[in-house]
């Protein structure tokens, strides 16, 4: 999750540059959107570390922290602050979650601080209640992530086997290529699961060994999409 393991391809290359204009945002809050898999969440770990690196803290806020709660108390001391998909997570729709999120931001406004924020959708198109947070939301700038195309998924493939120092031919990863579904996270699992594989098995990676783990049905496969920890969704 740090920014060397991070690939910026056209797709992402936006929000990365949003990133990495911080401290100099325009205003307090910075939207990162995208569809699942796209790397939102590997993004927000790589705030998190450049604003740590500042001398400072930027912690991710659960919806139901947010309800009835002061922005100090939120903060404790810090003046950063991560959300992610509150269009999803039970913000959006909960008056008291809303709330406490529209104090916030105010908050980090007031003091100068940062709000980073992800969704699948651009913040206009969030289903909130509170219309005063939604035209604060909606003017704020917003970075999109693309889905990663071939290019970048197959870079992100050469890079987690060579982490793992594993030797796989271009065969291999053309194959597992037109195979797998298209994200960061599929790309991890599928790795683990042919790093696991080969060891079990003291083989090298290879075109057969990569079709048995794909037909095993241990990773996601194109078409079979599913929501996971660490994907950005």
Request: proline letters at 6%.
């Amino acid at each position: 999750m740090g920014r060397d393991d991070f690939l910026v391809a056209p797709s992402n290359h936006a929000a990365v540059a949003w990133l990495d204009r911080w401290p100099d945002w325009p205003g307090p809050a910075l939207v990162l959107h995208g569809p699942a898999g796209s790397g939102k969440t590997h993004l927000v770990h790589v705030w998190r570390a450049r604003v740590l690196a500042a001398g400072e803290e930027a912690p991710i806020l659960a919806a139901g922290a947010l309800v009835g709660a002061a922005p100090e108390d939120l903060l404790s001391g810090c003046n950063a602050a991560i959300i992610e998909n509150p269009d999803r997570r039970g913000v959006c729709g909960d008056r008291g979650a809303e709330t406490g999120l529209f104090h916030l931001y105010n908050h980090l406004k007031a003091h100068s601080g940062h709000l980073l924020l992800t969704g699948r959708a651009a913040p206009v198109g969030w289903p909130f209640v509170l219309a005063d947070l939604r035209s604060r939301l909606a003017a704020a700038p917003a970075a999109e992530l693309g889905p990663p195309d071939d290019a970048l998924i197959a870079a992100v493939l050469v890079k987690l086997f060579a982490d793992r120092q594993l030797r796989v031919g271009r065969d291999v990863v053309s194959y597992v290529l037109s195979r797998m579904e298209r994200s960061f996270a599929a790309a991890r699992e599928l790795v683990d699961a042919l790093d696991r594989a080969a060891l079990a098995e003291q083989r090298n990676i290879t075109v057969p060994l990569a079709r048995a783990v794909l037909s095993a049905g241990n990773v996601n496969q194109e078409g079979e999409r599913r929501d996971g920890p660490g994907t950005g969704r």
